[in-house]
């Protein structure tokens, strides 16, 4: 019972060794692959027991796991789409072909790093054909709340190879209008501006505001009149509105009273208002009342301070960037920067438990734990580094160690089954060259030597070369033979 699990127990290391030996070589090919992590195998024993009086060999039990909560180092690159994470968490993709077959059910995978590009339709993907996922931007640049434990709402990062323009909708004004031109004494002129904004053909129009004072017989009014008129519509006036402007203490030059004559109602809380041009509605935003934004009536100059408003005229995308916070933004040659998407990082409780795929590419499963996606720079997740990549987590040096270390084992374990198959043949089974050896072990059957005592001696024998068979053969028996003390006769062995 004994040699029958010494020789399980060596067939077991041979296999437990050779699963280690292809991680090892495993991990020294993919030493230059980028975002590659290492696979490391672990050994566990099988003890096993038989009543105490002798012992039997259980041998060993390998299991191996992919180390993917490992990081390797960042590398810079130059191209703004190799992207790589800095810090915790993964870029989610999905596999080209894959979503092609079924747009509306993609399959999460992940991956710490790739190098994506645009593809000839559009799509930023990496060489191996898998596709970045993220969150689609509404009109005016912001993200939408989107779950975050599923991927319903995200869509792989695609742009228009054709050129681009979005139509104005929005107009933020922030401008100060002189308090002296409402005094009795004031020549009663006009201030007049433009707000330049784009149809929905991307062409530029502008909107006409003229501000003119009312002048009163005495004392000062503090009252304006806007009037806004439509350049797409041949100067056709689509807004009326008269503001009164406050006059009190600390409240002094904001707006109290908003007045409309035609035109979209005016919101005192909000400070919005809606005219209609030739393409559709635009909303305004002068300010609320008693908001120190917007519109306002101090001093005696008139000064525009700042007017923002949205779309962009028609232009080429000339390129991608993608920010630390995941926002993906195209450049047009217009000037215009406009972002597209938003590209979440995903977190998983045990990320060594996901399954490895093809292309340094993981997917969740039960045992990794459900993931989440984070905002990139948010919780637990570090952030995105566009123009790097992340290296392989390979040592190759201590790669080469175990590498030794497991081929000694190896061959170690080869050593017990040469041992045990040696102790256990009949002459006429093996070959001539070791048939000396097994002449040897019925001459010590003879002599009474028990079997634990003959396996280690043939041990030292197969040490020996093969070219000295018969003369080291018969040196080692007799003093070998003397040395034993005289023993009982046995009747099996």
Known sequence: MTISSSLNAGVSGLTANASRLAAISDNIANSSTYGYRRAETEFNSLVMTDGGRSYTAGGVMS???????????????????????????????????????????????????????????????????????????????????FPRDTVDGMEPVQFSLNLQGDPTTAVEMSLNLPATATMDVSDGASETLSVEYFDNLGVSQNISLTFTPTVPATGMSNEWTIVMTDSASAGAVIGEYVVTFDDTRGSGGTINTVTTVSGGAYSGATGLLTVNVAGGPIEFDIGAIGDSNGLSQLSNSFAPIAITKDGSPVGNMVSVEVDENGYVNALYDSGVSKTLYQIPLADLPNPNGMIPMDNQTFKPSPESGSYFLWDAGDGPTGDIKSYAREESTTDVAQELTDMIQTQRAYSSNAKVIQTVALSLALATLLPVEISPWVVAKFILIDLRVCSATIAPLFVRMLDIRFSSLDSTLCAILPSATAALPPRPLRTSF
């Open 63 to 145: 299991s191996n796991m992919r180390l993917v909560d490992q990081k390797g180092s960042l590398v810079t690159t130059s191209n703004a789409t190799d992207l790589a994470v800095r810090g915790r968490g993964m870029l989610p993709v999905v596999a080209g072909p894959q979503y092609e077959a079924s747009p509306g059910e993609p399959e999460l995978l992940l991956t710490s790093t790739g190098s994506f590009r645009i593809n000839e339709n559009g799509y930023l993907a990496n060489e191996a054909g898998y596709y970045l996922l993220g969150w689609p931007a509404d009109i005016d640049g912001t993200i939408p709340n």
